[in-house]
């Protein structure tokens, strides 16, 4: 049986998770593609933070890119959830999440309910 000290800590970082979400998350859907949610980041702990408080999705990377300015940047990380995944992490980020992002997720789930190429 789980403490209540340990629901309350769950619910601070689903809490935290939903901001860092907000800053650095998006929801997209491909043609014939479920709905992804996805977190880019170069602060590795940041990422596995997340993934650890959502307990769901995959971390990759370190990716490096050098942009069309010839610099490269500091090397990030993804957090990917697809389909099913995503949809949970999206129920249990939505108490804590904006409106407008929200919106946007939903957006995403019609879309890939509805079939769309």
Do not use: C
């Not at 996805?38 to 942009?67: C, N, W």
């Not at 939505?94 to 309910?113: F, G, M, T, W, Y």
Request: proline share 4%; aromatic share 8%.
């Amino acid at each position: 049986m789980r403490h209540a000290r340990d629901l309350v800590q769950e619910l601070k970082e689903l809490a935290w998770a939903a901001g860092l979400f907000e800053a650095n998350g998006s929801a997209t859907r491909q043609k014939r593609r479920p709905v992804r949610l996805q977190l880019k980041m170069t602060a590795r702990e940041s990422v596995l933070r997340f993934r650890d408080a959502v307990d769901l999705g995959t971390v990759y990377g370190p990716y490096e890119h050098i942009y069309k300015d010839g610099h490269a940047r500091r090397p990030y990380y993804l957090w990917l959830a697809d389909g099913d995944q995503a949809e949970e992490v999206a129920a249990a980020l939505q108490p804590h999440l904006s409106q407008h992002v929200i919106e946007k997720i939903r957006a995403a789930i019609r879309d890939q309910n509805r079939g769309r190429p």
